[in-house]
């Protein structure tokens, strides 16, 4: 017999596991379908950012930012270390710890909020007269009949055209954090967020990497300044980025990997790794979903057709997270879900594009958040900026991360902060100050005027937006 829910959310990644607690704080009945499961095929929610994404590589920066820590600057601080040596095992095995406390913390929090969860696949089966027909297929099969369908199935990584990942020499961002020794070539295609953060791991712990990037523009999205000062420093670490790369053609050797493809000046190259990463982005996981059987409508780019409130073209049928527009991020699609199950409750929650911020987790780190400088350029509003460097903060000289900046953009007649641009130690913690101010438009004077703790790195935003009105203090 179907069991009866007033909401199925379909996807326990960032956007479903918050969607389907806000639904039941609101005091819905709800239950979360997800087909996860572990290597010991238990479930495991938590979608791609707790899985294979966010988590596990920010586990595997941190540990490998230690090894590198006690190889190159330990004798700094007059600790001196001899015989040091990686233990890849432990070094995975840390990893895949932190990934399962996580999957074990999301069930607990289904438990606590009364989340009904049901580890399979679930499709669409038919319109019925009280909602939709969802199937589970897996460890938890069942028919579930919803009032409302919240759909967060996020996305899987984007293949080369004809090249395969196989997850042991081209590599997605699964294979690229589970790699049973330290490659001594490293091939990555795409100098995005991804490659440059798995490119630094397995740099810092002795790889050689070479990162391929077809853009003529190092971190286009990105403020210029805040771009050229990252790819500096980056390359400075010993990460071999070449910018304008057209790749041609992969093929898998006895040794490795051969890559051949032009570059920007139309040259033919060709780089012979041992492994090869290709992260060129993630596209839209509609898969099984049985969109034709109920007509569920996807755009021309196959992600799911929503509304400005995530509305589907079907009575009830939502959908947020990477699987519709805007960008690929799990704060992104967090937001979606909790406004998504607050609009079903009748309430009127509002999300602000403009203020979502973006983090790059490198060291030094890279956060934005609003618009670049050729941004306002390009729309013709009139602003001020104000920069100021981690160099001249003590708190950056006593923890010896002297590297970057932040950018402070704001309107030249009503002082509103319009984009915030940070390269720079624990940047991804600051950036959060620069969201709320924007998010109550506030003033780069805003900033100024508030008293920040001494010494702190968040000192050097207030000291960008004192260098707004050319009044620092400290530079």
């Not at 403020?223 to 057209?246: C, S, V």
Request: hydrophobic letters at 40%; a negative charge.
């Amino acid at each position: 017999m179907a069991k009866q829910f007033d909401v199925v959310v379909i996807g326990a990644g960032p956007g479903g596991y918050v969607a389907a607690i806000r639904a039941a704080q609101l005091g819905f009945s709800v239950a979360c379908v997800d087909e996860w499961t572990n290597d010991k095929g238990k479930p495991a929610p938590g979608g791609t950012c707790t899985n294979i994404g966010c988590i596990p590589s920010k586990a595997l920066l941190q540990s490998s930012e230690h090894y590198e820590q006690a190889k190159d600057q330990f004798s700094e601080h007059g600790i001196e270390v001899k015989g040091l040596k990686l233990d890849i095992d432990t070094f995975l095995g840390r990893k895949d710890t932190v990934v399962d406390q996580n999957n074990q913390g999301i069930l607990y929090l289904f438990r606590k909020n009364k989340v009904n969860y049901f580890n399979g696949k679930a499709a669409f089966k038919s319109k019925v007269d009280n909602g939709w027909a969802v199937t589970v297929s897996g460890n938890d099969s069942a028919e579930l009949i919803a009032k409302h369908v919240i759909i967060a199935t996020g996305s899987n990584p984007r293949a080369l055209p004809g090249v395969e990942f196989d997850e042991e020499t081209i590599l997605s961002n699964d294979g690229a954090l589970s790699l049973p020794k330290v490659p001594k070539k490293l091939g990555v295609v795409g100098a995005g967020v991804i490659g440059l953060e798995l490119g630094s791991v397995w740099r810092r712990l002795g790889a050689e990497v070479s990162i391929l990037e077809g853009m003529p523009d190092f971190l286009a999205a990105v403020d210029r300044d805040a771009a050229k000062e990252a790819y500096k420093l980056l390359t400075k670490q010993g990460l071999d980025i070449t910018m304008g790369a057209k790749v041609e053609s992969v093929e898998k050797t006895k040794s490795g990997v051969t890559v051949k493809y032009t570059d920007a000046d139309d040259k033919e190259q060709t780089l012979e790794v041992d492994k090869l990463i290709v992260a060129i982005g993630r596209v839209p996981n509609t898969e099984g979903l049985g969109a034709d059987t109920v007509g569920l409508k996807l755009d021309e780019r196959g992600f799911i057709a929503v509304d400005d409130d995530c509305k589907t073209n079907l009575p009830n049928v939502w959908a947020v997270g990477d699987v519709v527009r805007g960008p690929m991020l799990a704060h992104k699609a967090e937001d979606e879900g909790i406004a998504v199950a607050e609009r079903i409750a009748g309430q009127q929650p509002h999300i602000n594009f403009n203020t979502i911020p973006w983090v790059i987790y490198t060291n030094p780190e890279i956060a934005w958040v609003g618009q670049t400088e050729d941004e306002l350029k390009k729309s013709g509003r009139e602003y001020r900026s104000g920069t100021f460097p981690f160099m001249a903060n003590g708190r950056a000289r006593s923890l010896g991360q002297l590297d970057g900046f932040i950018k402070v953009l704001a309107d030249a007649k009503t002082d509103e902060v319009l984009g915030v641009h940070m390269v720079g130690p624990q940047v991804s913690e600051l950036i959060a100050e620069a969201v709320a101010i924007m998010e109550f438009k506030g003033a780069a004077e805003d900033i100024a005027r508030i008293c920040h703790a001494h010494p702190t790195l968040s000192e050097s935003l207030r000291e960008a937006a004192l260098a707004v009105d050319k009044r620092t203090l400290n530079f």
